[in-house]
């Protein structure tokens, strides 16, 4: 079994809040979790938490990416209470959910931060009752180790700017309804704007 192999066993014991005769997965999230929360809504950090899934998803520890992790709330979002002529069933407030994932959220909220890099890619690290965090790898498209890199020069090229914000990330992508290519999918492409939103 190679590293990246235990680091993802270890990981999803973390998140499942197992322990053993020796060692207490459960605490030493519970210790992140309360490290993280103090910290800033976005923060760039060192070195992926997550280095196996990071990989998978083309991380590389080159001049030029950047890991940032990306702190978003849980639930929907703020929903005024209407204050004109309602019945009772109208003034709701609550289960008014974004079209958007939480992870999409997460990466348009870093490539806010970082506007000179490109968001490669997304996944999950942890979350409490109140939040989610998510790690967000970005890439300078500008850096001359990225140019002179075969797997990663191609977001250098101008049909990538932009990427988060036109949902052409993994999650984008999901959220879109681009990962079901069977029965149900037809009016999903070339977009949903084009065929008035009757996919979802």
């Given at each position: 079994?190679?590293?990246?192999k235990y680091?993802?066993?270890?990981?999803?014991?973390?998140?499942?809040?197992?322990?053993?005769?020796?060692?207490?997965?459960?605490?030493?999230?519970?210790?992140?979790?309360?490290r993280?929360?103090?910290?800033?809504?976005?923060?760039?950090v060192?070195?992926?938490?997550?280095?196996a899934?990071?990989?998978?998803?083309?991380y590389?520890a080159?001049?030029?990416?950047?890991?940032?992790?990306?702190?978003?709330?849980?639930?929907?979002?703020h929903h005024?209470?209407?204050d004109?002529?309602?019945?009772?069933?109208?003034?709701?407030?609550?289960?008014l959910?974004?079209?958007?994932?939480?992870?999409?959220?997460a990466?348009?909220?870093?490539?806010?931060?970082?506007?000179?890099?490109?968001?490669?890619?997304?996944?999950?690290?942890?979350?409490d009752?109140?939040?989610?965090?998510?790690?967000?790898?970005?890439?300078?498209?500008?850096?001359p180790?990225?140019?002179?890199?075969?797997?990663?020069?191609?977001?250098?090229?101008?049909?990538?700017?932009?990427?988060?914000?036109?949902?052409?990330?993994?999650?984008?992508?999901?959220?879109?309804?681009?990962?079901?290519?069977?029965?149900?999918?037809?009016?999903?492409?070339?977009?949903?704007?084009?065929?008035?939103?009757?996919?979802?």
């Amino acid at each position: 079994m190679g590293a990246y192999k235990y680091i993802s066993k270890v990981l999803q014991k973390e998140y499942k809040g197992e322990s053993d005769d020796f060692y207490d997965y459960d605490a030493v999230l519970r210790e992140r979790l309360i490290r993280w929360r103090r910290e800033p809504a976005i923060v760039k950090v060192e070195r992926p938490t997550n280095l196996a899934r990071a990989k998978a998803l083309g991380y590389k520890a080159k001049q030029g990416i950047i890991v940032v992790r990306v702190r978003v709330r849980k639930g929907s979002g703020h929903h005024i209470r209407p204050d004109k002529g309602r019945r009772p069933k109208r003034m709701g407030v609550n289960k008014l959910t974004r079209r958007i994932s939480i992870q999409r959220i997460a990466e348009e909220r870093a490539a806010r931060k970082y506007r000179n890099l490109e968001v490669l890619n997304s996944y999950y690290v942890g979350e409490d009752g109140q939040h989610y965090w998510y790690e967000v790898i970005m890439v300078d498209p500008h850096s001359p180790a990225v140019l002179a890199d075969k797997d990663l020069r191609w977001i250098s090229e101008p049909q990538h700017r932009g990427r988060a914000f036109r949902s052409l990330t993994s999650a984008g992508k999901k959220g879109r309804g681009l990962r079901n290519k069977g029965k149900g999918a037809e009016k999903v492409r070339p977009s949903l704007k084009a065929n008035n939103r009757k996919a979802k």
